[in-house]
């Protein structure tokens, strides 16, 4: 990034970050440096930001809360930007949920829960933002979280603001909304229920989460299920479980999960998920797809 680029940056934005790393920014404690980060706390500032990206014609990166993303250890070069202040706050109108994109989803799901408001209990462990899982339709439990939307206010490139109903949404399996507009804003609609049956319900998921998958630094679930297939079963019966590479390792209690030790580079990672893929293929001729974000340049 150019001076006159980060000059004009440091004017709309006093407390850009430059050079930072992605390393304090991800789950995956892994990633080279962002060139510039800024937190945006308004819509006026997100406004702002995007016409000032489209303007210098820069790259462009929303990290939510960084739970589903591998970034290259040769880092970002562009603006990075987290949704904060006012687009991370919730709250509730009846049978209506409002959350800002830049919200904690768990923190989110276990407000409503608290409210007697049902439809988000599948969530009350899912780590990243609201509107990182609205953008990739984040689920567990045989939900997802297209069930519970109902209307979601976005931002395009170029500065305009639109509230669309969650029919203009081409949902799927792990796909949301995905093109350039930015969320904003989410609307959701819930059920009434009980908040001890609320409750119950979503600590029981809480504890199978416990139970089959590893506390650490990782992302998550890495790989898509492939149809009629679990991803984990796959890379387990190749026999992946407990590989390493450099700091990198397939989990030994769910073979979907790829861990940190803490010291992994973005490259050990890559290497162990590209490493996967290939062996998956060989064995079964089914191609694993990543449902995380690999962001940059990667050797393979």
Known sequence: MNPSVKSKISRFFPDAKFDYPFAKLTTFR?????SVLIDVAAEFQLRDLLALIADES?????????????????GFDGVVFRLTGALAQIEFKGDR??????????????AAAKQGLS?????????????????????????????????IRVVSPGGETETIGK????????????????ISTTIFKFFSETIDRITKKMDNYLNLRKESQPAGYSAGSVFR?????????????????GMKIGGASVSDKHANFIMSDGTAAGGDIYCLIRAVQKGVMEKTGIELIPEIRLIGKFEE
């Open 167 to 182: 029919e203009a949404v081409n949902w799927d399996y792990r796909q949301g909304l995905q093109d350039s507009r930015i």
């Open 58 to 74: 820069l790259e462009s990166l929303c990290i939510g809360r960084g739970s589903n993303l591998l970034i290259s250890d040769l």
């Open 225 to 241: 299920n492939p149809p009629g297939e679990k991803a984990w079963q796959l890379i387990k019966d190749a026999g992946f479980m």
């Open 30 to 34: 892994a990633g080279g440096p962002a």
């Open 119 to 151: 439809g988000l209990e599948f969530a009350g462990g899912i780590p990243g933002s609201v509107g990182g899982a609205v953008y990739m339709n984040a689920g567990a439990h045989g939900s997802d979280i297209s069930c519970a939307v109902s209307e």
């Open 97 to 110: 949920g409002i959350a800002g994109a830049g919200a904690s989803l768990v923190e989110f799901a276990r």
